[in-house]
């Protein structure tokens, strides 16, 4: 199985601020890699796939890229609502995994 | 618009079994597999594995096979998750997601909620 590896495992961060998220993952995936953002008690949602495309209606503050192995979500510019827990997912092979998640607290 | 509605919440003792429902509108239900993830509290999301809407045939992903069984019901465009001799381990939130075979899981259902205690 292809093991997904997140950076870092929480961060806080203020309104405004520029974000970065990295996600390993163990062997090439080719870009099928995609973002969800999940909130408490919510379902995931896609935010980005194939690495880089963003999902109809994720602003445009968030954006995705990477190749091989490295890929990294970042956030331009933090808004309240970005504030939740973010997953990668590796869709090139099954089992399909997740990396650990990382939570976004606001500072 | 599409969207995938769960079944309620479950709470069942050891030993029991129970029948999740993920029931899909708004789209050719044929078109996109059907994948399971699981959610233990706090933790993070695991891919249960998927079945083909075409054909019914379930593929588990490993550490899911014996109590668990995907099925469905295309008349109604509905999947199922059953699990069986539950545990507490088992405790958890289901969630159903749809993907067009192979790709990123854009819709997503609310979730299950399944508490295993005596």
């Known amino acids: 199985a292809i093991r997904m590896t997140q950076s870092p495992f929480s961060l806080s961060a203020s309104v405004g601020d520029r974000v970065t998220i990295t996600c390993w993952a163990s062997q090439g995936i080719s870009s099928y890699l995609a973002w969800y953002q999940q909130k408490p008690a919510k379902a995931p949602k896609l935010f980005i796939y194939?690495?880089?495309s963003l999902q109809s209606g994720v602003p445009s503050r968030f954006s995705g890229s990477g190749s091989g192995t490295d890929y990294t979500l970042t956030i331009s510019s933090l808004q309240p609502e970005d504030f939740a827990t973010y997953y990668c997912?590796?869709?090139?092979?099954?089992?399909?995994?997740f990396g650990q998640g990382t939570r976004l607290e606001i500072k | 618009q599409v969207q995938l509605v769960q079944s309620g919440s479950e709470l069942k003792k050891p030993g029991a079994s129970v029948k999740v429902s993920c029931k899909a509108s708004g789209y050719t239900f044929t078109s996109y597999a059907m994948n399971w993830v699981r959610q233990a509290p706090g933790q993070g999301l695991e891919w249960m594995g998927w079945i083909n809407t075409n054909t019914g045939n379930p593929t588990y992903a490993q550490g899911f096979t014996g109590r668990f069984v995907f099925s469905l019901d295309t008349s109604v465009s509905t999947a199922y998750l059953q699990i069986s001799s539950l545990k507490a381990e088992d405790t958890a939130v289901y969630y159903c997601a749809r993907d067009s075979y192979g790709s990123r899981f854009d819709y997503w259902g609310q979730g299950t909620l399944v508490t295993v205690s005596s």
């Open positions: 194939y690495a880089s």
């Open positions: 997912q590796q869709y090139y092979s099954t089992p399909i995994t």
